[in-house]
């Protein structure tokens, strides 16, 4: 199935957030303000990257979801960020288990154009100084027992271009040297060909099954719908005690969200040109 914007036409702007996959304090009402951001930007005609990093930045700096601020202490204290973001076009940015570093998202973004694709630990800070990113200590938050409250964002801007945004402070009750599936492409996200897929929820699950590939190559290589692939891949990859949630977009058409437990996402679409 192609799902390719047509070059000749506009494509009608679009965003989807999530809030993270598993029990949580109420902020669906945060996911929609994180849209709303994103939506404002794209309506004034700015890139897909540019939505998606400031929506995903809204999320990092609010201190209910396990991101940028509100990231959750690791085992031996630390708070450790990750965060990535890839393009329909092919570009893609990605740091894992940073310090002092609120918006880890405006960090891989900077690695957009660059020629390495990622950074880790200290080398990604080192880096980050080089090009003026904040450096400041990040609070964080002693960690909750079940909850799976990371962010993803991913917009679609008016020449079709898709860009995936993902930001976590890692899973509860881990330790400083674990990675999750944020960082990991084709874990918990990847975009091309007209298709973004960001997923979220226990990242050891989603990293085995390397979900939102195979999740996004479903719905290219099938007849399958955007919903129907989230579904099978979400029953058929995903042991059923797993909280797992994901969130994608096409060329076309609104964004859809899939979880198996609670995950608040918001969409939003423009008007047709």
């Known amino acids: 199935m192609s799902l390719e914007c047509c070059s000749d036409s506009m494509a009608v702007p679009a965003a989807i957030a999530h809030g993270g996959a598993g029990p949580g304090p109420p902020r669906q ?17 700015g890139s897909a990257v540019e939505a998606a990093v400031e929506a995903c930045v809204i999320l990092e700096d609010d201190p209910v979801f396990n991101a940028g601020t509100g990231a959750v202490y690791r085992t031996d204290g630390s708070v450790l960020l990750d965060a990535s973001l890839h393009t329909s076009d092919g570009r893609m940015g990605f740091v894992i288990a940073m310090r002092d570093t609120p918006n880890p998202i405006r960090v891989a973004a900077d690695l957009l154009d660059e020629e390495i694709n990622g ?30 409250d990371t962010v993803g964002v991913i ?80 029953n058929e990859l995903i042991d059923d005690d797993v909280s797992v949630g994901l969130i994608s977009i096409a060329s076309e058409g609104e964004g859809v969200g899939h979880s198996n437990t609670e995950m608040p996402w918001a969409a939003w679409m423009g008007e047709s040109p």
């Open 29 to 45: 009402e945060n996911v929609e303000t994180a849209i709303a951001r994103a939506a404002n930007i794209l309506e004034a005609g």
């Open 119 to 148: 950074l880790a630990g200290d080398g990604a800070r080192v880096w980050a100084d080089s090009k003026g990113h904040l450096k400041a200590a990040v609070e964080g938050r002693p960690p909750r027992v079940g909850a799976g």
């Open 155 to 234: 917009a679609r801007d008016s020449t079709g271009t898709l860009a995936c945004a993902t930001s976590t402070g890692g899973t509860s009750y881990r330790p400083a040297g674990r990675v999750g599936d944020v960082s990991l492409p084709g874990s918990g996200f990847w975009a091309g060909h007209g298709l973004a897929v960001a997923a979220t929820g226990v990242g050891e699950a989603i990293t085995r099954s390397l979900l939102s590939y195979r999740v996004h190559d479903k719905i290219l290589s099938t007849e399958s719908t955007i919903e129907s692939a989230m579904q099978w891949g979400i």
